[in-house]
Nanobody, 126 residues
Framework: QVQLVQSGGGLVQAGGSLRLSCAASGRTFGTYPMAWFRQAPGKEREFVGVTTWSSISTNYADSVKGRFTISRDNAKKTVYLQMSSLKPEDTAVYYC???????????????????WGQGTQVTVSA
Protein backbone atom coordinates (compact mmCIF):
# COMPACT_ATOMS: atom_id res chain seq x y z
CA GLN A 1 0.00 0.00 0.00
CA VAL A 2 1.34 3.41 -0.97
CA GLN A 3 1.69 6.11 1.65
CA LEU A 4 2.63 9.73 0.98
CA VAL A 5 4.49 11.85 3.53
CA GLN A 6 4.88 15.55 2.88
CA SER A 7 7.49 17.99 4.11
CA GLY A 8 8.38 21.60 3.55
CA GLY A 9 6.08 24.57 3.60
CA GLY A 10 5.92 27.36 6.13
CA LEU A 11 5.74 31.13 6.10
CA VAL A 12 7.24 33.24 3.33
CA GLN A 13 6.93 36.81 2.14
CA ALA A 14 5.28 37.64 -1.15
CA GLY A 15 7.71 37.16 -4.00
CA GLY A 16 9.59 34.45 -2.16
CA SER A 17 10.02 30.77 -2.88
CA LEU A 18 9.33 27.48 -1.16
CA ARG A 19 9.74 23.84 -2.05
CA LEU A 20 7.42 21.08 -0.93
CA SER A 21 8.35 17.43 -0.97
CA CYS A 22 6.20 14.33 -1.06
CA ALA A 23 7.88 11.01 -0.32
CA ALA A 24 6.17 7.76 -1.23
CA SER A 25 6.53 4.35 0.32
CA GLY A 26 5.23 1.09 -0.97
CA ARG A 27 4.94 -0.22 -4.47
CA THR A 28 6.91 0.94 -7.46
CA PHE A 29 6.88 4.70 -7.45
CA GLY A 30 7.41 5.57 -11.01
CA THR A 31 4.33 3.99 -12.50
CA TYR A 32 1.56 6.43 -11.63
CA PRO A 33 0.83 10.14 -11.99
CA MET A 34 1.45 12.43 -9.04
CA ALA A 35 -0.36 15.69 -8.46
CA TRP A 36 -0.49 18.64 -6.12
CA PHE A 37 -3.68 20.24 -4.87
CA ARG A 38 -4.30 23.06 -2.43
CA GLN A 39 -7.11 24.16 -0.19
CA ALA A 40 -7.52 27.66 1.14
CA PRO A 41 -9.74 28.37 4.16
CA GLY A 42 -13.39 28.22 3.24
CA LYS A 43 -12.66 27.00 -0.27
CA GLU A 44 -12.71 23.68 -2.06
CA ARG A 45 -9.55 21.77 -2.74
CA GLU A 46 -8.21 22.82 -6.12
CA PHE A 47 -5.83 21.36 -8.65
CA VAL A 48 -2.34 22.85 -8.81
CA GLY A 49 -0.47 20.55 -11.17
CA VAL A 50 0.30 16.98 -12.18
CA THR A 51 3.20 15.03 -13.58
CA THR A 52 3.14 11.70 -15.33
CA TRP A 53 5.31 8.85 -14.18
CA SER A 54 8.09 9.77 -16.55
CA SER A 55 7.80 13.53 -16.02
CA ILE A 56 7.45 13.88 -19.77
CA SER A 57 4.07 15.48 -19.35
CA THR A 58 3.43 18.09 -16.67
CA ASN A 59 0.38 20.30 -16.51
CA TYR A 60 -0.49 23.21 -14.26
CA ALA A 61 -3.44 25.29 -13.25
CA ASP A 62 -3.46 28.67 -14.96
CA SER A 63 -3.13 30.38 -11.59
CA VAL A 64 0.33 28.89 -10.99
CA LYS A 65 1.65 28.40 -14.50
CA GLY A 66 5.07 29.94 -14.92
CA ARG A 67 5.58 30.19 -11.16
CA PHE A 68 5.32 26.61 -9.91
CA THR A 69 7.27 23.59 -11.11
CA ILE A 70 6.61 19.93 -10.38
CA SER A 71 9.42 17.44 -10.61
CA ARG A 72 9.97 13.91 -9.42
CA ASP A 73 12.91 11.74 -8.50
CA ASN A 74 11.80 8.17 -9.02
CA ALA A 75 14.96 6.82 -7.43
CA LYS A 76 14.10 8.66 -4.23
CA LYS A 77 10.37 8.03 -4.64
CA THR A 78 9.79 11.73 -4.15
CA VAL A 79 7.86 14.39 -6.00
CA TYR A 80 8.53 18.09 -5.50
CA LEU A 81 6.60 21.30 -5.89
CA GLN A 82 8.88 24.27 -6.38
CA MET A 83 6.96 27.48 -5.82
CA SER A 84 8.36 30.84 -6.86
CA SER A 85 7.02 34.39 -7.02
CA LEU A 86 4.58 33.46 -4.31
CA LYS A 87 1.51 35.60 -3.75
CA PRO A 88 -0.74 35.95 -0.71
CA GLU A 89 -3.46 34.16 -2.66
CA ASP A 90 -1.22 31.08 -2.78
CA THR A 91 -1.80 30.67 0.96
CA ALA A 92 -3.36 27.26 1.50
CA VAL A 93 -2.80 23.76 2.75
CA TYR A 94 -1.04 21.88 -0.02
CA TYR A 95 -1.60 18.18 -0.67
CA CYS A 96 0.19 15.71 -2.87
CA UNK A 97 -1.81 12.87 -4.38
CA UNK A 98 -1.24 9.71 -6.34
CA UNK A 99 -3.46 8.30 -9.06
CA UNK A 100 -3.00 4.59 -8.55
CA UNK A 101 -6.25 2.70 -9.05
CA UNK A 102 -8.60 5.40 -10.31
CA UNK A 103 -9.35 4.69 -13.92
CA UNK A 104 -10.56 8.12 -14.95
CA UNK A 105 -9.54 10.01 -18.02
CA UNK A 106 -8.96 13.23 -16.14
CA UNK A 107 -6.27 14.53 -13.82
CA UNK A 108 -7.65 17.73 -12.31
CA UNK A 109 -10.29 16.50 -9.90
CA UNK A 110 -9.80 15.25 -6.38
CA UNK A 111 -11.73 12.12 -7.35
CA UNK A 112 -9.03 11.25 -9.84
CA UNK A 113 -6.66 10.39 -6.97
CA UNK A 114 -6.90 7.70 -4.35
CA UNK A 115 -3.89 8.25 -2.12
CA TRP A 116 -3.19 11.57 -0.40
CA GLY A 117 -0.47 13.13 1.68
CA GLN A 118 -1.21 14.63 5.06
CA GLY A 119 -1.11 18.22 3.83
CA THR A 120 1.29 21.03 4.64
CA GLN A 121 0.56 24.68 5.33
CA VAL A 122 1.96 27.38 3.08
CA THR A 123 1.40 30.96 4.20
CA VAL A 124 2.42 33.91 2.06
CA SER A 125 2.45 37.29 3.75
CA ALA A 126 1.92 40.51 1.85
Amino acid sequence: QVQLVQSGGGLVQAGGSLRLSCAASGRTFGTYPMAWFRQAPGKEREFVGVTTWSSISTNYADSVKGRFTISRDNAKKTVYLQMSSLKPEDTAVYYCAAKIRVNSGTYVYTGDYDVWGQGTQVTVSA
